[in-house]
């Protein structure tokens, strides 16, 4: 924002400073004499809109200075990052239950390996055959020997 001489201004150069809550930091300052920070908070008017962070302090001569930061860009970046944050954890969940899933079909797929070799039964036969374990062949004891009294 270009400089502006106070004699020229016509009106006020940031109308939402009400809304703001600039105008009641300015106020306890000029009244107090100490300064004060006003936290981030977004300004909007009819023709600017952004995040910004003042400091705010009296002169010896009894005026009102207000000192800003536009912290827009840092805003956007966090809520960047916060998103990114939020892809990632959803990523990292679900890898975690595929993850899971995967480990149980290998962990039955061991179990059904060791009772078909434990029982001798052929692989054509037994329910190793498959990448997934359903109920018809479960449990490979059942399904799987030969010979033997059902249960």
């Not at 899933?101 to 190793?128: G, I, M, N, Y």
Request: with cysteine; proline share 7%; net charge positive.
């Amino acid at each position: 924002m270009p400089w502006r001489r106070r004699d020229r201004v016509r009106g006020p150069l940031f109308p939402g400073v009400g809304e703001f809550g600039l105008l009641e930091v300015f106020r306890r300052v000029w009244k107090t004499g100490k300064p004060e920070r006003h936290p981030v908070a977004l300004y909007r008017d009819a023709r600017l809109e952004g995040w910004r962070e003042n400091y705010v302090y009296k002169l010896p001569s009894g005026e009102i200075v207000a000192v800003y930061d536009d912290v827009t860009e840092r805003r956007k970046m966090e809520g960047e990052i916060r998103r990114q944050a939020a892809r990632t954890e959803a990523l990292v969940r679900t890898a975690s239950h595929l993850n899971a899933q995967l480990d149980l079909v290998r962990v039955l797929k061991v179990v059904c390996e060791e009772t078909r070799a434990a029982l001798d039964v052929p692989v054509a036969s037994s329910c190793c055959t498959t990448t997934s374990v359903t109920c018809s062949t479960w449990p490979p004891a059942r399904a799987c020997h030969r010979g033997l009294p059902s249960a």
